[in-house]
């Protein structure tokens, strides 16, 4: 049945798709073809940029429906159109330049605090080296103490980064589970950008001549 006084046979049952956004559940969709009016068409095409693609769809369509104006739009563009994702490329977009931010912010504090830190062990180090310790052995000590920190500020920042991402999902139907592999990304990729801020200092404070630190003490 289409509407309440036409009468259809159906001819086939396609699979469950989305025909809103993922934040809703699948719907019941009726696909029929009317031979007295048409609104819209979808094509799908192995090749949509293919040289005379376009214009071969359009002289098909004015061939069958010579009173209908023809307009082609992609499935992004009918979906930017409809503003099925409008809110979450905001927070996207927002989200990219906090995150561009915070680790500028981050790396420049680091940074800061692993020169300050250098110029106050300076002594210290140089002593080290005269004892004989090496300089992968002065590099290690000095980066897990940078590393404790990390750990610390992972174990304060986790669950707080869960409990808003579970909460954000809940807001979609269709939704993924988050699990350790995320969280264990994050960490992998934090004490990667923290490696490049610290390595560089405390290297150059291993590698200076102990002479001159002890010298300036």
């Known amino acids: 049945m289409v509407g309440e006084n036409q009468l259809a046979t159906i001819v086939g049952v396609t699979d469950d798709f989305f025909n809103v956004s993922l934040q809703n559940k699948i719907i019941p969709c009726l696909l029929f073809y009317g031979t007295n009016w048409v609104s819209m068409a979808s094509i799908r095409m192995e090749n949509p940029n293919g040289a ?118 809940q807001t979609f139907a269709n939704r993924i589970s988050l699990n350790a592999g995320y969280f264990l990304l994050a960490l992998l990729v934090s004490f990667l950008v923290a490696g490049c801020t610290i390595g560089y200092q405390a ?3 291993a590698v200076a001549n102990p002479v001159k630190s002890l010298r300036t003490e």
């Open 203 to 205: 290297v150059k404070a």
């Open 52 to 169: 005379g693609t376009n214009s071969f769809i359009e002289k098909s369509w004015q061939a069958l429906f010579p009173d209908q104006i023809y307009k082609a739009m992609t499935l992004d563009y009918y979906m930017e159109q409809k503003a099925f994702y409008v809110l979450e490329n905001i927070m996207y977009q927002g989200f990219k330049i906090f995150v561009l931010l915070s680790i500028l912010i981050g790396c420049m504090g680091l940074y800061g605090l692993v020169s300050f830190l250098a110029l106050q062990r300076q002594k210290e180090i140089g002593i080290r080296k005269v004892l004989g310790a090496s300089v992968g052995s002065i590099v290690y000590k000095f980066s897990m103490e940078f590393t404790w920190l990390i750990l610390i500020s992972f174990v304060i920042a986790a669950p707080l980064a869960y409990f808003a991402m579970s909460s954000w999902l």
